[in-house]
Nanobody, 117 residues
Framework: QVRLVESGGGLVQPGGSLTLSCATS????????VGWYRQVQGREREFVAR?????????NYADSVKGRFTISRNNAEKKVYLQMNSLQPDDTAVYFC?????????WGQGTQVTVSS
């Protein structure tokens, strides 16, 4: 059974940092890309970052987070991380990790990130 479990969200002041984790199980982790998405209530879920499969893992970022967020993966731990720096109120959202297997997307339950003074 494929599972993705996010953690690490919380309340942070503008300019602060957080690191999100996505723990996975139920599939050959190194063989699949994993992405991070975020959603504000009432809006569509939007892409944040993606890291490809394998051990070198090419990375893609949304323009809104380039230079501030870094995605990484640890294949031994079966985890993906999202290091978020210089956080701004517009980054407030529920953050989800995602992995596509064939034509099906698996999602975690999400973790809330709130950027506020």
């Amino acid at each position: 059974q494929v599972r993705l479990v996010e953690s690490g969200g919380g309340l942070v002041q503008p300019g602060g940092s957080l690191t999100l984790s996505c723990a996975t199980s139920g599939f050959v982790f190194s063989a699949y890309a994993v992405g991070w998405y975020r959603q504000v209530q009432g809006r569509e879920r939007e892409f944040v970052a993606r890291i490809s499969s394998g051990y070198t893992g090419s990375k893609n970022y949304a323009d809104s987070v380039k230079g501030r967020f870094t995605i990484s993966r640890n294949n031994a731990e079966k985890k993906v991380y999202l290091q978020m720096n210089s956080l701004q109120p517009d980054d407030t959202a529920v953050y989800f990790c995602q992995s596509r297997h064939g034509s099906y997307d698996f999602w975690g339950q999400g973790t809330q990130v709130t950027v506020s003074s």
